[in-house]
């Protein structure tokens, strides 16, 4: 059976062929831009694009979404994309675009922690582990002895009287032109919140960002939990996405 993973971010719509043996990408992936507004028509066209894009046989999609979904199919938050996608039902709407493919959506972070717990960082990690993802926003994957808690939205915690993901996501370090060392000061500290409501053993540090961990978890002090940057990188949603599908 052909899978195909499909990432709708804040700026792009990324996708490929799922390897699920290998919790891989099967092919290059393809991106294109996420439409602004970032409307349901608009979105599901720019996945539809994706998907074409590989020609050829495709039995089924898993797909990504920015904000909470329910019952794997509605959207009840949309942070960073167009307020138009509240209680839409996505699965319904993508799968239509797709001319009747069957197809699941999940939560951004929740995707790309199934796939870490499985695949990268958290592989064979028992008790609390959350995933983390910073880019527009802050994503959040809760696992309890592996067990998914989903549409936690940790991102909108509050940090010094605002919305964590605008202080401390990488969008809020490019928007406000932080240093590298400035903005892991920000991390810190929204690290320290979340490690004080829920003690986890161990946090996952994901989205675009886990590229250059480097350059800014070494800066992280203070954290009792260990940190690691997520193994597979921004890849880790569309494994994550197609992986649900398979389950159908
Ligand atoms: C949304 C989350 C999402 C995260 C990363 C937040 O603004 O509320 O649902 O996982 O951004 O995209």
């Given at each position: 059976?052909?899978?195909?993973?499909?990432?709708?971010?804040?700026?792009?719509?990324?996708?490929?062929?799922?390897?699920?043996?290998?919790?891989?990408?099967?092919?290059?992936?393809?991106?294109?831009?996420?439409?602004?507004?970032?409307?349901?028509?608009?979105?599901?066209?720019?996945?539809?694009?994706?998907?074409?894009?590989?020609?050829?046989?495709?039995?089924?999609?898993?797909?990504?979404?920015?904000?909470?979904?329910?019952?794997?199919?509605?959207?009840?938050?949309?942070?960073?994309?167009?307020?138009?996608?509240?209680?839409?039902?996505?699965?319904?709407?993508?799968?239509?675009?797709?001319?009747?493919?069957?197809?699941?959506?999940?939560?951004?972070?929740?995707?790309?922690?199934?796939?870490?717990?499985?695949?990268?960082?958290?592989?064979?990690?028992?008790?609390?582990?959350?995933?983390?993802?910073?880019?527009?926003?802050?994503?959040?994957?809760?696992?309890?002895?592996?067990?998914?808690?989903?549409?936690?939205?940790?991102?909108?915690?509050?940090?010094?009287?605002?919305?964590?993901?605008?202080?401390?996501?990488?969008?809020?370090?490019?928007?406000?032109?932080?240093?590298?060392?400035h903005?892991a000061r920000r991390?810190q500290?929204?690290?320290?919140?979340?490690?004080?409501?829920?003690?986890?053993?161990?946090?996952?540090?994901?989205?675009?960002?886990?590229?250059?961990?480097?350059?800014?978890?070494?800066?992280?002090?203070?954290?009792?939990?260990?940190?690691?940057?997520?193994?597979?990188?921004?890849?880790?949603?569309?494994?994550?996405?197609?992986?649900?599908?398979?389950?159908?």
């Open positions: 059976m052909k899978i195909f993973g499909v990432d709708i971010g804040g700026s792009g719509i990324k996708g490929a062929p799922v390897d699920l043996e290998r919790g891989d990408l099967a092919e290059e992936r393809f991106k294109v831009l996420t439409p602004h507004p970032a409307t349901p028509d608009g979105v599901a066209d720019g996945v539809k694009q994706v998907v074409e894009h590989f020609e050829g046989a495709c039995d089924r999609v898993g797909i990504t979404f920015p904000g909470v979904v329910t019952g794997g199919s509605t959207i009840r938050t949309a942070a960073n994309v167009d307020k138009s996608w509240i209680d839409v039902d996505a699965r319904a709407l993508l799968s239509e675009k797709l001319g009747g493919l069957p197809v699941t959506v999940l939560n951004d972070a929740d995707a790309a922690g199934v796939a870490e717990m499985q695949f990268g960082a958290g592989r064979g990690r028992k008790g609390t582990v959350l995933l983390l993802t910073f880019g527009t926003g802050i994503g959040s994957a809760l696992f309890s002895d592996g067990v998914l808690v989903p549409n936690t939205e940790l991102g909108h915690l509050e940090l010094d009287g605002h919305d964590a993901e605008r202080r401390a996501s990488t969008k809020a370090k490019e928007d406000h032109d932080l240093t590298w060392e903005w991390v500290k929204y690290l320290e919140h979340v490690e004080m409501l829920f003690s986890p053993e161990l946090f996952v540090i994901g989205g675009g960002v886990s590229r250059k961990a480097h350059k800014f978890l070494p800066l992280i002090e203070g954290i009792k939990a260990e940190i690691v940057p997520a193994e597979l990188q921004n890849n880790a949603g569309i494994v994550g996405a197609a992986m649900t599908a398979s389950r159908l």
